[in-house]
C-alpha cells in the first residue's frame, strides 16, 4: 500500500502492513524485529534521531525505537490524525476537524493544541519558517510557529 521507509544510516527498511504491524529489514532481507501497533497501517513512519514516530490507524501516535522496536511513548488522540511532521524538533499534527497539535518529540506530552476549522486538516508543510496548513476544502494557509 505505500512505500517502505529506507534508513541509510542504519541500513534498515521499515515497512507496514495491512495486520497492523510495522517491521524492520536490513538489506539482506532478514527480519530485524515487528511490532504491533493497529489494525491497518498505511502511513509511512518518520525517522527521528534514533525513533520512528508512526501515526496508527486506532489514533495513537507511537515513537518507536528504531534499533529494536520497543514503545519508548505514545500519545491518544481525540481526533484522527491525518498528517504528521517533524519541525523543529516538534511533532507537528494536523487532525480531524480542524485540530493542530504540537507535541513534545521526545516524551509525546501535548506542547500547544489549535482549533483551526471545523474542516480536517489534511496537509502539513512549511514555507519560510511558517506552517502551510491544507485543509480538506482545499483552502490552505499560513501560520507562525
Known amino acids: ?40 497501517l498505511n502511513t509511512i513512519p518518520l525517522i527521528f534521531d534514533n525513533n520512528l514516530l508512526i501515526n496508527s490507524d486506532i489514533g495513537v501516535i507511537f515513537c518507536l525505537n528504531k534499533r529494536n522496536g520497543d514503545i519508548k511513548w505514545f500519545h491518544e488522540l481525540k481526533n484522527k490524525a491525518l498528517d504528521i511532521k517533524i519541525i523543529s524538533n516538534k511533532l507537528v499534527i494536523g487532525c480531524a476537524q480542524g485540530y493542530l497539535l504540537f507535541l513534545n518529540i521526545n516524551n509525546g506530552k501535548i506542547i500547544q493544541c489549535q482549533k483551526l476549522s471545523n474542516q480536517n486538516i489534511i496537509k502539513i508543510d512549511t514555507y519560510q519558517n511558517k506552517l502551510l496548513i491544507t485543509f480538506e476544502d482545499g483552502r490552505s494557509y499560513l501560520i507562525e510557529t
Request: cysteine-free; overall charge negative.
Open 1 to 40: 500500500k505505500v512505500s517502505p521507509l529506507i534508513d541509510e544510516l542504519t541500513e534498515t527498511i521499515y515497512t507496514v502492513s495491512n495486520d497492523g504491524s510495522i517491521y524492520a529489514i536490513n538489506l539482506n532481507g532478514e527480519m530485524l524485529w515487528k511490532r504491533h501497533i493497529g489494525e491497518d
